[in-house]
C-alpha cells in the first residue's frame, strides 16, 4: 500500500531558528519558525497541516460515503480549524473544528447527518488523529 | 492559542472525483484525486501532509529538547514516510517511519539518543496522531 514521504530540516534554536519541510510529490513545500507556529509571523505550521489532511481526508471520506448509500454528493466542502494549546507538560493539539458544507441531491437530512458523524469518526487521518478532539458541524447546502 | 485553517473540497464520485485544499496561511495548496492517493499518479495526497507535519514537528522539538539540555544543534533534519493500508474496516493509516539526522556539537549518543526519543513520544503532532505507530531511527552526523 502507498507510503508517502515527506522531509523537514530545523536550523538553529526555537526563537532564532526556521524550519522548511518539502513533499515527494512536489506539491507541498513551506517554511516555519516559532513565529509562525505560535505567534503571527508569515509561513505556515504543523498544525495548518493537520487541518489540510483532515480536511481533505473528511471530504473524500463522506463523498464515498454518500456515495456507497447511493446518494452522491456533488460537492463537499469542509473548513477545519486546528488548535494547539499551552498546557504544564507543553503544547497539546487539543481540536480539530470541522464544518462541512455538502451538496447532496436526493438525501434527507438525517441520513447526511448520520454519515457525516460516521465519516467524522471513521476516516482514515480522523482515526490517526486519536489524540485529537475532532468536532464536526456539518450541513445540506 | 493559536487556531490555523484549511479548507478542503470535493467534487464527484470517488474514482472519478478530484479534490483540492488550500491553507490560511496561502503557504500550501494542492490537488489530490483517488489516483494521488492510492496510485501514482500526479499531486498530494493526506498522507504526504500528515508526514510533513510530523516531520517538521518533530525536527523544531528536537531542537528544543536539545537546548533544553545545553547541548543545541546546529541543525535537525528528519525524513518522514507515512504508510496507509488497506484492511477489512477500510483503510488506515497505520506507521509514520522517522528518519532523523542531527548535527549536535558536544552532545554523546546516549543523551541523544535519550532526548530523541522523548521527542518521538512527546511532541504535539506525535500526540496527536496516537492512533499511528510512529518509529524512529535518529542518528548523529
Not at 500500500?1 to 531558528?17: F, Y
Not at 503571527?40 to 483532515?54: F, H, K, S
Request: aromatic share 6%.
Amino acid at each position: 500500500m502507498p507510503t508517502r514521504k515527506a522531509n523537514a530540516t530545523w536550523e538553529g534554536g526555537l526563537q532564532s531558528g526556521k524550519g522548511s519541510f518539502e513533499g515527494e510529490s512536489g506539491a507541498i513545500q513551506g517554511s516555519y519558525s516559532f513565529g509562525s507556529r505560535f505567534g503571527d509571523a508569515g509561513g505556515t505550521n504543523p498544525e495548518e497541516l493537520l487541518a489540510a489532511a483532515e480536511a481533505a481526508c473528511f471530504s473524500m471520506a463522506l463523498a464515498v460515503g454518500l456515495e456507497q448509500n447511493g446518494t452522491p454528493a456533488t460537492r463537499v466542502h469542509t473548513d477545519a480549524a486546528c488548535t494547539i494549546t499551552k498546557e504544564a507538560e507543553g503544547f497539546r493539539i487539543t481540536t480539530i473544528a470541522l464544518r462541512c458544507l455538502a451538496q447532496v441531491p436526493n438525501v434527507d437530512a438525517d441520513t447526511f447527518a448520520s454519515i457525516a458523524a460516521a465519516t467524522k469518526a471513521g476516516c482514515p487521518v480522523s482515526k490517526a488523529l486519536a489524540g485529537v478532539d475532532i468536532q464536526l458541524d456539518a450541513a445540506l447546502e
